[in-house]
């Protein structure tokens, strides 16, 4: 939505809509915008004289409010400001009020103890706040960061992802149907091989002769991927009411990650899958370009991904393939 349809010290943020204005107290509204709900909110807000008019002071507050406002906040990827922005509230909620000139090294390391149970928040937390951090010296309200050089947690080791296998994608088709937003949206991510992002942002305009247009937003490399016939065929099915190939339940929107990962995994529940997610299935498309023997470069042009991540994606398959052919090798040559 455009700037000017929202009224005066008011703006959209991407987790909600915010009134702020200089002096005040920054407030997140709780209606839709444009609703009777909101305007009501929003004339209460105007209408209070003491409660939301402050001077801002230099706490954790007015930091993140500032570092929501800047370049390095706006440029970053969708995707990544939606997991900051969860941080960044856990900062508010925690020490909201607080002075960041006043924190120290020992702090940070408190603070990302305090989490150590879950390493992975503790460690995006860190990573954060050192942005966080940095904006604050950035506006000279400090001179040093404290956040820089303290080491994050040492985590288990992730299982390391892999395709799915041909039996649990048989099972996954089986138990949906064409016609289903949770069949298209597999076929779509094993079809052309892309990130779920991506996927969900595929409109009907980007189909072109076969094939989808793509705009991967993490890197920006346009891409041209022919449409495969188990993807044609949920295509020639699915409901073209809306812009996007994929919807929310009332076919209007674009699906949401959230919502898209919620079906998924219920689905997943059913056939017993769940060792194996979503961004799995771009494993899928690397591996059976690998299994056809096309080679590192035609698997790139397909999923875009750098030598280093298609090596990465494939590895596994590429061991098996090549251990095969070693030992047929060697098998020919002993009773040659």
């Not at 915008?33 to 004339?43: K, L, M, P, S, V």
């Not at 942005?131 to 080491?151: F, I, K, Q, T, Y």
């Not at 890197?219 to 449409?227: D, N, R, Y």
Request: charge should be positive; hydrophobic fraction near 35%; include cysteine.
């Amino acid at each position: 939505m455009a700037k000017r349809e929202l009224p005066k010290h008011v703006y959209r943020q991407r987790n909600g809509i915010y009134f702020q204005r200089r002096g005040w107290a920054s407030q997140k509204f709780q209606s839709e915008f444009g609703t009777a709900e909101f305007w009501r909110e929003y004339a209460g807000i105007l209408s209070q004289k003491d409660a939301p008019r402050r001077i801002v002071s230099r706490n954790f507050g007015a930091l993140i409010d500032d570092y929501r406002k800047s370049p390095r906040y706006r440029n970053l990827k969708p995707r990544t400001g939606l997991d900051y922005d969860k941080h960044l509230d856990f900062f508010r909620k925690i020490m909201g009020e607080a002075n960041p000139a006043k924190m120290q090294r020992k702090d940070v390391i408190r603070l990302r103890d305090s989490n150590a149970e879950k390493a992975y928040f503790a460690n995006y937390s860190l990573r954060v706040l050192r942005v966080l951090m940095e904006h604050c010296v950035d506006l000279g309200w400090r001179a040093s960061n404290p956040a820089r050089g303290v080491p994050e947690l040492k985590s288990q080791k992730k299982k390391q992802r892999e395709p799915w296998p041909s039996q649990l994608l048989d099972a996954y088709r089986a138990a949906c149907a064409l016609g289903t937003r949770e069949r298209l949206v597999m076929e779509l991510c094993v079809g052309t091989g892309q990130r779920i992002g991506d996927v969900l942002n595929m409109r009907w305009s980007n189909i072109e002769d076969g094939a989808v247009w793509v705009r991967q937003s993490k890197t920006s490399k346009e891409l041209w991927v022919p449409i495969l016939p188990e993807l044609q065929a949920a295509l020639d099915v699915a409901s073209k009411h809306s812009v996007f190939i994929l919807t929310n339940e009332r076919g209007a929107n674009r699906w949401s990650y959230r919502g898209a990962s919620a079906a998924v995994r219920k689905v997943r529940e059913r056939i017993g899958a769940l060792d194996y997610d979503i961004h799995s299935w771009r494993y899928n498309a690397a591996c059976e370009l690998l299994e056809v023997g096309c080679g590192d470069d035609l698997i790139a042009a397909v999923t875009g991904q750098s030598a280093a991540m298609v090596q990465h994606y494939t590895k596994k398959v590429r061991q098996r393939i090549r251990a095969v052919q070693a030992q047929q090798m060697r098998t020919e040559q002993k009773h040659s």
